[in-house]
């Protein structure tokens, strides 16, 4: 079992940056892609950002690949996501989850509570 916790959420002015970490406890995410989702009141969950293990490889959603960067210490068992130059519409809480291939299927097992980002005009 692999217990997700988010901080470094908050309340920031559009341009701003804002720094969010995802702590795991329990076991090890060493193993596992990470990913960082955000879900605004009224829609859907979406994935802004993952990376791979070793974190050879990472995806951002589109309208996020300039702004936001994604990293991870396996030696913290830690994943962080740098978000700059910041948009009311980022405005959502963001969670952190774990996944892996079970059964030849990728899936995200564990998740987070999520920390609230708020992006003021």
């Known amino acids: 079992q692999v217990q997700l916790v988010e901080s470094g959420g908050g309340l920031v002015q559009a341009g701003g940056s804002l720094r969010l970490s995802c702590a795991a406890s329990g076991s090890t995410i060493s193993n596992y892609n990470m990913g960082w989702f955000r879900q605004a009141p009224g829609t859907a969950r979406e994935l802004v950002a993952a990376i791979t293990p070793s974190s050879m490889n990472t995806y951002y959603a589109r309208s996020e690949k300039d702004r936001f960067t994604i990293s991870r210490d396996n030696s913290k068992n830690t994943v962080y996501l740098e978000m700059n130059r910041l948009k009311p519409e980022d405005t959502a809480v963001y969670s952190c989850?774990?996944?892996?291939?079970?059964?030849?299927?990728?899936?995200?097992?564990?998740w987070g509570r999520g920390t609230q980002v708020t992006v003021s005009s």
């Open positions: 989850a774990a996944g892996k291939v079970e059964k030849g299927l990728f899936e995200y097992i564990y």
